[in-house]
């Protein structure tokens, strides 16, 4: 059974830091890898998808690894802003539209 | 492009009584469709999942179901309601033939059982 764990669970940082999410999984045999946003009591929105068959995504000051054999993903986040504020979620396909979640990085983003 | 409606957008339902939430996709043709549940203090759970009409597959056992009547709407029903039930019921759709599509989530449902 597919585990995926995220690392930290919440982080606070000032404004202006570069940082760095962590995610792990246990099943290496994955389809995909997608990272979301979550604000409070909001829906999801996707930052990134990683095929299997790549090592990383950017995305303006986003940029996303993943290294499938070690079975590790880590979202970078340059130039953090309060706006960043928010909950980032990582998530692997690795059964036929299966998509198991970590439970989430809290991240808050001080002026 | 493509945009996913949910609604209710709240709900506070008595215990033991009924539960229907919608979710229609606009903007695309033959979509996955997916019910995910997250409750507090832990990760989104995948519920159901749907191909196409009529066809619905169920990851976990509990008094829900699913139903899709037409291409682009999911509805997830209860015929009676456990304090369990309570959570944020997300829906979201992906393209459709591939495996490994991005999926895509609505605004999401506050469901409160009393």
């Known amino acids: 059974k597919q585990e995926v764990t995220q690392i930290p669970a919440a982080l606070s940082v000032p404004e202006g830091e570069n940082l760095v999410l962590n995610c792990s999984f246990t099943d290496s045999a994955i389809y995909n890898l997608q990272w979301f946003r979550q604000d409070p009591g909001k829906g999801l929105t996707s930052l990134l998808l990683?095929?299997?068959?790549?090592r990383e995504q950017t995305s303006g000051r986003l940029n996303a690894s993943l290294d499938k054999s070690s079975g590790r993903s880590t979202l970078y986040i340059a130039a953090s802003q309060p706006g960043d504020s928010a909950t980032y979620l990582c998530?692997?396909?690795?059964?036929?539209?299966?998509?198991?979640f970590g439970k989430g990085t809290m991240l808050l983003v001080s002026p | 492009s493509q945009t996913i409606h949910q609604w209710p957008a709240t709900l506070v339902q008595p215990v033991g009584s009924p539960l229907s939430l919608e979710c229609t996709v606009e903007?695309?043709?033959?979509?996955?469709l997916y019910w995910y549940r997250q409750a507090a203090g832990r990760g989104l759970q995948l519920l159901f999942y749907?191909?196409?009409?009529?066809?619905i597959s169920s990851e976990v056992p509990q008094n829900l179901s699913a139903s899709r009547p037409q291409d682009r709407q999911f509805i997830l029903s209860s015929k009676k309601l456990l304090l369990s039930d309570s959570g944020f019921y997300l829906c979201?759709?992906?393209?459709?033939?591939?495996?490994?599509?991005?999926?895509?989530f609505g605004p999401g449902t506050r469901l409160t059982v009393l």
């Open positions: 990683i095929q299997s068959s790549q």
């Open positions: 903007g695309t043709s033959n979509p996955n």
């Open positions: 979201a759709w992906s393209g459709g033939g591939g495996v490994s599509n991005e999926q895509f």
């Open positions: 998530a692997v396909l690795s059964g036929y539209s299966t998509l198991t």
């Open positions: 749907s191909v196409g009409i009529g066809q």
